[in-house]
């Protein structure tokens, strides 16, 4: 078994263990949004093993070892905040109503593997580089990833943080947020989220991770398509004042806002 192998089968094990027992945790409190604080921080805690393991160190390996770490932490935080006294989401919610006593076993397959399974293979980047050694200290491509992740984690953090200082002040009651970074893009959380798993790839990528480019794939679609853009832009289209803010307003990257 050669260790690129081991190192997968191994990060692999581990998710199926970790959303396995998050899965029983939500059994207990009868809440399924728990898995979406541990996204992040399943990411990070996949990062720590796979580092904790690796026969090898650079620095570009540190320098994705850190900005995964941020990335995690801080999602898992503001996600943790925001759902916190809450009851559980709408999603779940729903799903939990439709299929009744199935709810249980149908929550393992639907909501915990799948979300362990996508992470898995989202992590590609994060694994692969560990397994290259003989890689000089910072490739151009990882500084070019780095300044990328920078990028995208401003607006993710930044938007988010805009987004709930704005819904704190009972004067915003039912009004949309234009103003700040949601200026320039109607999601620019989760356009920050892309831009930073393209900057992670491409880190990879200088110390021959390149054949990962599927995750950063996969997770923008996931973003644009499926529980991201698409998502909410069905439950905002009929908002008073929402078309006029999106024939002005780019859906996604950042652009200055029509006139």
Known sequence: ????????????????????????????????SIVDVFWGIGFVFI????????????????????????WGLRLALH????NRGKPEDFRYAKWRKEHGKGWPLIS????????????????APLISIRVTDGIPPLPPLAVIGALIWVYGFFFEAVGDWQLARFKADPANKGKLMT???????????YFGDAAQWWGFYLIAAGAGGWWTI????????????????????KTMKDKPGYKEYAQKTSAFIPMPPNS
């Open 79 to 82: 996600i943790g905040i925001r």
């Open 108 to 123: 393992y397959f639907q909501v915990f593997l799948l979300q362990g399974f996508l992470m898995w293979i989202i992590a």
């Open 214 to 233: 599927f995750s950063p794939i996969v997770m923008t679609f996931l973003l644009l398509k499926v529980s991201g853009v698409a998502m909410l832009e």
């Open 47 to 70: 990062a720590w093993l796979d580092y904790s393991i690796s026969p090898f160190m650079s620095s570009t390996k540190w320098l994705l070892l850190i900005l995964i770490t941020i």
């Open 179 to 189: 103003s700040g970074v949601w200026k320039y893009t109607r999601h620019p959380n």
């Open 1 to 32: 078994m050669t260790l690129t192998t081991y190192i997968f089968i191994l990060s692999g094990w581990a998710i199926f263990v970790l959303v396995t027992f998050l899965w029983l945790v939500s059994l207990l409190i009868k809440n399924a």
